[in-house]
């Protein structure tokens, strides 16, 4: 019976034969790469896989891995801020945090920034009738 302890951490490449289509994240900051073995396995497909984990690095390790240029939304008046893999959540966030708390909040990404004020919301709330049906 050979059950070699093995490290979650660790890349289980060895006992398990490379499936050559797996596919691999590199983090230059840990110095490492990974398979993304677990994620496939957590029914995260493709993409997503890549994602979940670029999340989990940046969760756990406070950057994101090689390849991954997130868009940061950073609030100008209050400590709240967050990263996010693409610009729709991070409009997203940037919108809500600017209704919910009619704080500027700055987004932005290498190729672009934008300012999301509150101002431009309680406009539109103020052309519109009041609905929070959605949201
Ligand atoms: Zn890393
Ligand atoms: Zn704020």
Known sequence: M?????DPDDSPAADEEPA?????????RCGRTWALDYELDSLYAGNQAFEQF??????????????????????????????????????????????????????????????VEPDAEAIKSAQTVESDSEE
């Open 54 to 115: 670029a999340l989990d690095h940046e969760r756990h390790t406070g950057h994101f891995p090689d390849g991954v240029t997130p868009w940061v939304v950073d609030c100008q008046q209050c400590p709240d801020g967050e990263r996010f893999l693409d610009e729709k959540p991070a409009r997203r966030w940037a919108e809500t945090h600017a209704r919910h708390t009619r704080h500027a909040v700055t987004l932005s990404h290498p190729e672009t920034e934008t300012v």
């Open 20 to 28: 050559g289509n797996t596919p691999t994240v590199s983090c230059s």
């Open 2 to 6: 050979s059950n070699p302890p093995t």
